[in-house]
């Protein structure tokens, strides 16, 4: 019951924030400690969501939606972060906010769970995308975000990028390395893909 009421308490506290404008962010330039700290604060409140949401016996006492709510709701909130910082990194949060777990694994979290959103938006795919290219996301890392979707959609079967998630199939060569090329990365050469038929 206890970690009910948190959950909610957080959802209300979320609720309340209000949305700042969105204004590109020089993340060359450096945040004033405070402006860290409240950015740090609510990067934790929002991998508090998504890992809360994921405790089974919260899920059972809820409603069956609110997860999938809760994911849209942190997903859109983390896309105002980016927009108006870029994507959170230690450079920006600095070394003493970005050794929290609840601040470094909170984009992590939240783009893993909403990886269609990605997927199906050009305005999202294209935000990452920017944000990879200016040195602020890991490239292999937003493929690992999009191969979460065809993972997902196959349960385990296939990928199209290649990540941790696992090999693609000899079968979308072509197709796999278009999409690669999209997001700055390599080819793969044959013997980096696997027979799927």
């Not at 920017?130 to 191969?147: K, P, S």
Request: hydrophobic share 35%; aromatic share 12%; charged share 25%.
């Amino acid at each position: 019951m206890r970690t009910l009421s948190i959950l909610f308490f957080s959802m209300l506290l979320l609720a309340c924030n209000e949305k700042g404008q969105i204004n590109s962010f020089n993340q060359n330039e450096k945040l004033s400690t405070k402006t860290q700290d409240s950015l740090a604060f609510e990067l934790c409140s929002l991998f508090g969501f998504d890992q809360g949401i994921r405790d089974r016996e919260i899920i059972m006492d809820l409603h069956q939606d609110l997860g999938a709510k809760i994911d849209l709701m942190n997903f859109e909130k983390f896309v105002t972060i980016v927009e108006k910082y870029g994507y959170p990194n230690e450079q920006l949060l600095g070394e003493r906010n970005w050794v929290h777990q609840c601040v470094s694994s909170s984009g992590k979290a939240i783009m893993l769970h909403n990886p269609s959103k990605i997927i199906y938006s050009t305005k999202y795919f294209d935000l990452f995308l920017n944000e990879v290219n200016n040195g602020n996301m890991d490239r292999a890392f937003l493929a690992t975000v999009l191969d979460k979707y065809y993972w997902s959609k196959s349960r385990g079967q296939k990928v199209m990028y290649g990540s941790q998630f696992g090999v693609p199939c000899i079968e979308t060569k072509e197709e796999t390395n278009q999409l690669r090329k999209e997001i700055g990365l390599d080819p793969l050469n044959d013997n980096e893909f696997k027979v799927c038929e």
